[in-house]
C-alpha cells in the first residue's frame, strides 16, 4: 500500500478499492456498505483523493504491463499466421493487413517514447503524425531505420547504396 493509504481507516482503503474495481461512486459505496454521500464526502478529503489518484495509477500501470505481454504474444501469433504454410490465403491478407494497420502508429509511439527527456519525466515532446524530418533525425534515414528493425533490406544488386558516413567513409 501506498503512504497516502496508512492515513485512512480500514473501511475507506477498502473504499478505494472499490472505486477502482467498480468505477461507480454508488456501486462502490454498495459493496463496502456505506452510503453514497459518505464515499462523495471521503472523495473531498485530501487524503483519500491522493490514495483513490495512487491507486488508480497503479492500476493503470499494472494494465499497461498486461497489455505490453499480450502484446508480445499477439505478435509472435500473427508471424505464426503468415509464416504458417497451411494457412489459407485470406487468413494470411488478415494478418498482413493487421501489422500493416499498427506498423506506423507502433513505430511513432517508439519515436515519442524516444524523445522523452533523459529523465523520464514531463510530457512527451511530439503531437500529432511524426513528420520525415524527425524519422530522419531519429534513425538517420530508411536504411539505418531498416537496421534498427533488424530487416536486412533488398537482395545487394537492388540495395541502395549507403549514405557517406564517417564510419564508412563511403566504403560498402
Known amino acids: 500500500m501506498s503512504e497516502e493509504s496508512d492515513n485512512l481507516t480500514p473501511k475507506q482503503n477498502r473504499a478505494v478499492l472499490a472505486l477502482i474495481e467498480r468505477g461507480n461512486i454508488e456501486r462502490a459505496a454498495e459493496d463496502v456498505k ?12 485530501p487524503a483519500f483523493r491522493a490514495a483513490y489518484t495512487d491507486a488508480g495509477q497503479r492500476a493503470f500501470e499494472d494494465g499497461l504491463v498486461q497489455v505490453q505481454r499480450l502484446t508480445t504474444l499477439a505478435a509472435i501469433t500473427v508471424a505464426q499466421v503468415l509464416l504458417d504454410k497451411g494457412t489459407s490465403t485470406g487468413a494470411k491478407l488478415r494478418a498482413a493487413h493487421l501489422v500493416l494497420q499498427h506498423a506506423q502508429p507502433t513505430a511513432e509511439l517508439e519515436l515519442r517514447m524516444k524523445m522523452r527527456p533523459k529523465d523520464g519525466f514531463g510530457v512527451l515532446m511530439v503531437a500529432g503524425p511524426v513528420t520525415t524530418e524527425q524519422w530522419v533525425e531519429l534513425y538517420g534515414g530508411i536504411e539505418q531505420y531498416q537496421q534498427t528493425l533488424g530487416k536486412q533490406g533488398a537482395d545487394s544488386d537492388t540495395q541502395k547504396a549507403k549514405p557517406q558516413t564517417k564510419e564508412n567513409d563511403g566504403v560498402s
Open 34 to 45: 456505506i452510503c453514497a454521500r459518505t464515499l462523495h464526502r471521503w472523495l473531498k478529503q
